[in-house]
């Protein structure tokens, strides 16, 4: 039992914005995988429900004619993580979505879900930020289109305005044609759990050096992040020791890992240096083992 | 014969179909729903309480304080009654205070029509506190002028003993000594069902308690002290119950909903903890601090163990200093000819009141000192697994508890399986030299423990059987069926005695204090043990019986009679049938003239305590840089007497396994030492394991007939989870070179150590 004061269920995407628009504590739930924990916990904050889960349209993944791959807001984990297209074009998202929670809370809940609660520890920010989503919203004053990178604003909060309900991401093609792109979750258990530290790696190679490094984090700052410093500190060089030091150096200045009686501050800061590393020399190893 | 094999267990076909019935699913017409209003800080006085904003809400029936409840202080803790004052439970309970001791501590209660409504109205109960001093630690909860927990002051108990020789004189013969302090952290029992109960009047003074728990005499027992009761007066009734491990071997929510019928006319009221209540605010573990010190002659006998443990129970006693205790005496078994001196001291602090959980003290004791021991014969250059083998328990030693010289005792052959299962020689000499950031490392642990509790406490079961119509049998114990599958293990027993099939013998399952045969409970590993007496008993009184309703029949001399397959047959010619017991059944009943309803009661006593053993072998590797470990095999082998049913066997073993595993490496309640908060108590937070953290669980037994039971067995429930914690830490030790003496061995904790060892 849970202690909902108002439940209303969506008949189409305007309705679900209206309905989110006259209510300033009204908040969306879709696969209910956080609101139901929170509102079990007894946060009134979630008290007055928008139900999408009647908008069918928002369940679709998709490419288009120009190779642009689209992923409903309300697609499940497990509905991602079993389609043949993001198996195919983007399989970091298979890998980061399948850490999520376990078997029954995949079945529920979406990535959308996960990117907009705007945790810090989203294990699909990581692909989000590798594969540069964009966010496509509609709002009180109609659509727009928003990008991942910035969307995140702090802990817990996004750019969404109340009113604004997210309806599918989209992945351009050079932002998934030709990465190879992984994500390694550092967590105190094997599922059911948050990241202590997530590492995303997105790795183009010109030969035999690094063309683009995109290199991004959670749990590492306020909010889920890419590391430009080390990302530019590595450019152009093949992966070497060197270059791993290099990376490793120019990262401190990237992240903001916190003191909590979760992990410490240094023992955050150890984990994410040796993810980097692992997860730069796994992905170079990878491009020499296709090539 | 019915003992020895895997037969279908008797509860298993509904609980796979879920027609089993827990309290939960029991319902009353006008049942109420109660929930506590809890403490937000650790230590407090309760200067007012304002209900009226509660009060106001609608389908809310009532609200009570610590004003409103008897001033009965009472015992929670599961043993049986004590005929010796000084041996009896601490009671430091109220049914609610006004002295707050542990972050959730219940200070109101709020009873209304339905949870929802009752939850609502618990917020809304204002509670003024006047906060003191908060001490959750040992060093701060015992420190001088530390903040009274309880009138007394924080230290509950602190006891000493010796044994196996003069302590003084075996120190003078040791030439090695090493000593090590070990700390373990608070850990949560985590059963699948959440604590539940719930009561209501069945007439003007007489009051039924249905309640998932592992000791309902004693729980009618406590409700009686708590209210002020005859004990007789308050039924209890236990339906199946979705496990324990040693957190329903107290009474939590039972007094309460006792205390709620009386007040409200006898109308049904039920309290159910949600799973957040249940991790903090009924028992736990007992975090210690385990001090060890060995000594060993030159030829590397073992001449004396000193061992010293501090344990924190928290705000309330619970089982408090039995706790320590128990374990330190269970573990002079393992190596008996060595001198022991045991002490120990149990305090209070504010943190959630701990309590039985599986293996009662002895994982955290053995921690400590399989650590040691490792370290002795490293330290004087011998394989760990030899240094075991010579110095641990045999045949005909001298058991410190009895003093009997009778048991089975398979300690050194445990070892010697474990070792060659795990190829421990090849892979020592493979794991020599390594380099790099990934190590392997193999490790070992050996325990020893009890079947029972005697002679610290009475030990008495009670069974009875009562033939059917048809020929079935139907039997009642007071051994309580909490998941471990005692109804199983004693029907195989009747079965094989008396001389029927398996299944002819029905038990009745469901607890009821008004009729089954008294038994204090499930708990200290003992329920097959101290009941196979009884059960014998009462199958031999029975099969005397029915034979001499042959005779009746027949008229032939019962000394040449047997019962065998459920059939009377001619002794020593079992083609030869008499009598189909199913005929004798009828007869018994409805035959005009003859015979009557053919039963057989036993109450026993056992007045001895069979010692199990074992131990864990483990072959596992570091990930130096990722702080992480995993484990490529791990092989409990035990010595549990004769094994009644060896597929429940394994499956007790593997359960214990994962237990021990998640407390080696994954498991701790954390507590803010400032403030007493509690920062995990949730399953997000409390990293109880998951199946996929779990690796391949392998169990072994070296099969011994232990001849004070009847039908050889010994104690298996708890055993499988006390060695893990050393076989692992012992096992890191030698894949890194670093020593852990705390447990969980988590990422964080290797990493503190990885770092001032300068691996990373």
């Given at each position: 039992m849970f202690p909902i004061e108002k439940y209303h269920y969506a008949s189409s995407v305007i309705d679900a914005v209206q309905a989110l628009a006259a209510d300033e504590k009204a908040r969306v739930i879709a696969g209910g995988t956080d609101v139901l924990v929170r509102l079990h916990g007894g946060n009134s904050d979630y008290a007055s429900l928008v139900d999408v889960n009647g908008l069918h349209e928002l369940k679709e993944i998709r490419q288009d004619g120009e190779g642009n791959i689209f992923i409903g807001a309300l697609a499940t984990c497990t509905e991602i993580i079993e389609h043949e297209l993001i198996q195919k074009h983007t399989p970091m998202i298979v890998q980061s979505l399948g850490t999520i929670g376990g078997p029954q809370v995949r079945n529920c809940a979406t990535m959308g879900g996960n990117i907009c609660n705007g945790a810090v520890s989203a294990d699909s920010a990581c692909a989000a930020l590798i594969y540069e989503f964009d966010l496509l919203i509609e709002g009180v004053k109609g659509e727009r289109i928003e990008s991942i990178n910035g969307f995140h604003t702090g802990p817990g909060r996004t750019l969404l305005q109340q009113g604004d309900i997210l309806k599918a991401f989209r992945i351009r093609p050079p932002n998934y044609k030709g990465v190879l792109a992984s994500y390694q979750k550092y967590a105190m258990r094997g599922a059911m759990d948050i990241a202590t530290i997530g590492c995303g790696v997105g790795l183009t190679m010109d030969d035999e050096r690094i063309s683009t490094l995109k290199l991004a984090f959670t749990v590492a700052a306020p909010t889920p992040i890419r590391c430009s410093n080390a990302e530019k500190a590595v450019a152009?060089?093949?992966?070497t020791e060197e270059t791993l030091e290099l990376l490793t150096e120019a990262l401190v200045d990237d992240v903001r890992p916190r003191e909590s009686w979760r992990a410490g501050k240094e023992f955050r800061l150890h984990i994410i240096k040796t993810l980097a590393r692992k997860g730069l020399r796994q992905a170079a190893e990878m491009q020499e083992e296709l090539t | 014969m019915a003992v020895g094999q895997s037969h279908i267990r008797k509860d298993v076909r509904a609980k796979v179909t879920g027609k089993t019935r827990y309290t939960d699913d029991f319902s009353m017409p006008g049942m109420l729903q109660a929930k506590y209003v809890r403490s937000p800080v650790a230590h407090a006085l309760v200067k007012s309480i304002d209900t009226s904003a509660a009060l106001a809400i609608s389908g809310v029936e009532a609200v009570f304080t610590h004003a409103d409840v008897p001033k009965n202080v009472y015992p929670t803790a599961g043993h049986p009654f004590s005929l010796d004052p000084d041996h009896q439970d601490v009671a430091d309970r109220l049914l609610l205070t006004d002295h707050v001791r542990f972050h959730g501590d219940e200070v109101a209660i709020v009873v209304a029509r339905d949870l929802l409504t009752a939850a609502k109205a618990a917020q809304l109960v204002k509670v003024e506190y006047e906060e003191l001093p908060v001490c959750v630690n040992s060093a701060a909860a015992m420190a001088e002028g530390a903040p009274a927990i309880h009138d007394g002051g924080n230290i509950i108990k602190s006891t000493s003993f010796e044994t196996g020789g003069t302590f003084s004189d075996a120190e003078k013969k040791a030439v090695t000594v090493v000593e090590g302090s070990f700390s373990t952290p608070i850990i949560l029992?985590?059963?699948l069902e959440n604590h539940t109960a719930y009561a209501y009047m069945d007439d003007n003074d007489h009051l039924v308690i249905v309640s998932s728990t592992q000791i309902p005499h004693i729980c009618r027992r406590i409700v009686g002290q708590a209210l002020d009761m005859p004990w007789p007066k308050i039924r209890v009734i236990k339906p199946y119950i979705g496990g324990g491990f040693g957190n329903k071997q107290d009474v939590v929510l039972e007094p309460m909903v006792a205390f709620l019928t009386t007040k409200l006319g006898g109308l049904p009221v039920k309290l159910e903890l949600e799973r957040e209540e249940g991790l903090v605010a009924t028992r736990t573990r007992h975090s210690q601090t385990v001090t060890v010190r060995a000594g060993v002659s030159r030829d590397g006998t073992l001449k004396f163990l000193d061992l010293n443990v501090i344990s924190n129970t928290g705000a309330y006693a619970s089982h408090g200093h039995s706790i320590p205790m128990a374990a330190g005496s269970k573990s002079c078994n393992l190596y008996p000819k060595a001198v022991t001196r045991f002490s120990a001291t149990t305090h209070y602090a504010n943190i959630p009141a701990a309590g039985a959980m599986r293996a009662y003290g002895s994982p955290q004791l053995f921690f400590g000192l399989e650590s040691v021991i490792e370290e002795v014969a490293r330290e004087i250059g011998m394989d760990s697994v030899d240094f075991r083998i010579k110095n641990s328990a045999r045949a005909g030693d001298i058991l410190a508890k009895t003093g009997d010289l009778k048991h089975s005792v398979a300690m050194i052959e445990c070892l010697e399986k474990g070792r060659e299962l795990i190829s421990w020689d090849s892979r020592k000499k493979q794991y020599a030299d390594q380099q790099g950031p990934l190590l392997r490392g193999l490790g070992v642990a050996s325990f020893s423990y009890g079947s029972g509790t005697y002679p610290a406490c009475v030990e008495i079961a009670g069974c009875r059987l009562v033939l059917n119509q048809d020929g079935t049998i139907h039997m009642q114990i007071g051994a309580t069926e909490i998941g471990q599958g005692s109804d199983t293990a004693l029907a195989q027993m009747a079965a094989e005695t008396l001389g029927v099939e398996y299944q002819a013998i029905h038990v009745v399952s469901e607890q009821d204090t008004d009729v089954t045969p008294f038994d204090p409970g499930a708990y200290a590993s003992r329920q097959t043990y101290v009941t196979a007496p009884a059960v014998q008993q009462a199958a031999e009184k029975l099969k005397k019986r029915i034979l001499g309703h042959c005779q009746l029949m027949t008229g032939e001399d019962p000394g040449n009679l047997d019962l065998q397959l459920g059939k009377i047959i001619q002794r020593g010619s079992p083609e030869k049938v008499v009598v189909d017991l199913t005929e004798l059944a009828l007869d018994s009943y409805y035959h005009k003239e003859r015979g009557g309803q053919i039963t057989a009661e036993v109450s026993a006593k056992t007045c001895t305590n069979a010692p199990s053993y074992g131990c864990t072998f483990v072959d596992l590797e570091v990930d130096v840089e990722m702080c992480t470990v995993s484990i490529h095999e791990i092989i409990n082998v035990h010595d549990a007497g004769k094994i009644i049913h060896p597929l429940s066997a394994e499956g007790q073993v593997h359960g214990g396994m994962a237990m021990g595993i998640g407390m080696a490496l994954f498991e701790e309640l954390l507590v803010d030492p400032e403030s007493g908060w509690i920062f995990n108590g949730n399953l997000l937070d409390y990293k109880i394991p998951t199946s996929v953290d779990i690796p391949e669980l392998k169990s072994a037994f070296v099969d011994t007939f232990d001849p004070t039971s009847p039908y050889g067995n010994k104690s298996l429930g708890e055993p499988p989870a006390i060695s893990q914690g050393p076989a692992i830490r012992n096992a890191i030790w030698d894949a890194t070179g670093v020593k852990i003496n705390e447990i969980p061995m988590t990422p964080k904790v290797l990493f503190k150590h990885f770092k001032d060892a300068g691996l990373i």
């Open positions: 152009n060089r093949a992966v | 029992h985590c059963h």
